[in-house]
Nanobody, 129 residues
Framework: DVQLQASGGGLVQPGGSLRLSCAAS????????MSWFRQAPGKEREGVSC????????????DYADSVKGRFIISRDNAKNTVYLLMNSLKPDDTAVYYCAAEYVGGICSLHYSDMDYWGKGTQVTVSS
């Protein structure tokens, strides 16, 4: 079975950091662009960050929503079949359930919900003092 398991969420104070992980099983990560989305209460799910499909996990093209540029960093470790999202300088507006998703594509990643092939269950991130 194809599975994506997100973890690493929690409660953090404003200005703090968290690292989310997304472990894939049932498929090989190399051939998939990977994305992170988030959904806050009463809001639509939005694309946060993505990273292109890659064989070697180096110099991969990435994309970020304007709201997180300069604060969040996405990376992948194909050997561990895992994608990460390092979130720095967190703000209360970053509070949401975060989801990882995979798109079977050769190259450029997407922040569009409808492009994804597989979704993981979310992990809650709460930024509050």
């Amino acid at each position: 079975d194809v599975q994506l398991q997100a973890s690493g969420g929690g409660l953090v104070q404003p200005g703090g950091s968290l690292r989310l992980s997304c472990a894939a099983s049932g498929f090989t990560l190399n051939y998939y662009a990977m994305s992170w989305f988030r959904q806050a209460p009463g809001k639509e799910r939005e694309g946060v960050s993505c990273i292109e499909s890659s064989d070697d996990s180096t110099d991969d093209s990435t994309d970020y929503a304007d709201s997180v540029k300069g604060r969040f960093i996405i990376s992948r470790d194909n050997a561990k079949n895992t994608v990460y999202l390092l979130m720095n300088s967190l703000k209360p507006d970053d509070t949401a359930v975060y989801y990882c998703a995979a798109e079977y594509v050769g190259g450029i990643c997407s922040l569009h919900y409808s492009d994804m092939d597989y979704w993981g269950k979310g992990t809650q991130v709460t930024v509050s003092s």
